[in-house]
T-cell receptor, first 114, second 116 residues
Framework: EPEVTQTPSHQVTQMGQEVILRCVPI?????FYWYRQILGQKVEFLVS????????KSEIFDDQFSVERPDGSNFTLKIRSTKLEDSAMYFC????????????FGEGSRLTVL | AQSVTQLGSHVSVSEGALVLLRCNYS??????LFWYVQYPNQGLQLLLK??????LVKGINGFEAEFKKSETSFHLTKPSAHMSDAAEYFC??????????????FGQGTILTVHP
């Protein structure tokens, strides 16, 4: 069964360092998303991406964050200068259609900022 | 703005007992509603969805949910719990149309424990 894959599964970094989280969406999907879950809190929407541009972003997704689909298969989330509060589980998701809301999620990348 | 409230962060049932996980939503427009499940060390998996068709929705693994507009609820049920149902369950809402199609608003999750 097709699945969304994410790497790394866990990354530890120092505050102020740049981090890139990678995702390979399901191959025929056209819509891509990043969500995050800070420990003990709700899963939160970060950004949606379609046709090589951001469709919508949340207030969390400030200038420190960027997304890219560099090669037609990977979908990346970059955090330019990590802060302690960026520590969270980051989930990538993709969907085939726009309006069903049926997202397929990866297993997540746990980011720990020290 | 939309929001989801899941009543009970932990629910414990005996194997074979009824499972009831509660979800209430708030939305200014007719919503699409979802239940996702997360097993340990796995991603979120869609259990079922309501997209304005039948109000009683059946999903995978014997789960179902009923959309009740008057109560703004979308509770998840399963008649008989199985040990393999132990997981965390998330209720989510979105508004169809526009550019917010993938912007799900999640509840805080309910951890279901099934004991023998």
């Amino acid at each position: 069964e097709p699945e969304v894959t994410q790497t790394p599964s866990h990354q530890v970094t120092q505050m102020g360092q740049e981090v890139i989280l990678r995702c390979v969406p399901i191959s025929n999907h056209l819509y891509f998303y990043w969500y995050r879950q800070i420990l003990g809190q709700k899963v939160e929407f970060l950004v949606s991406f379609y046709n090589n541009e951001i469709s919508e972003k949340s207030e969390i997704f400030d200038d420190q964050f960027s997304v890219e689909r560099p090669d037609g298969s990977n979908f990346t989330l970059k955090i330019r200068s990590t802060k302690l509060e960026d520590s969270a589980m980051y989930f990538c998701a993709s969907s085939e259609q726009a309006y069903t809301g049926e997202l397929f999620f990866g297993e997540g990348s746990r980011l720990t900022v020290l | 703005a939309q929001s989801v409230t899941q009543l009970g962060s932990h629910v414990s049932v005996s194997e074979g007992a009824l499972v009831l996980l509660r979800c209430n939503y708030s939305s200014s427009v007719p919503p699409y509603l979802f239940w996702y499940v997360q097993y340990p060390n796995q991603g979120l998996q869609l259990l079922l969805k309501y997209t304005s068709a039948a109000t009683l929705v059946k999903g995978i693994n014997g789960f179902e949910a009923e959309f009740k507009k008057s109560e703004t609820s979308f509770h998840l049920t399963k008649p008989s719990a199985h040990m393999s149902d132990a997981a965390e369950y998330f209720c989510a809402v979105t508004s169809p149309g526009g550019t917010s199609y993938g912007k799900l608003t999640f509840g805080q999750g309910t951890i279901l424990t099934v004991h023998p």
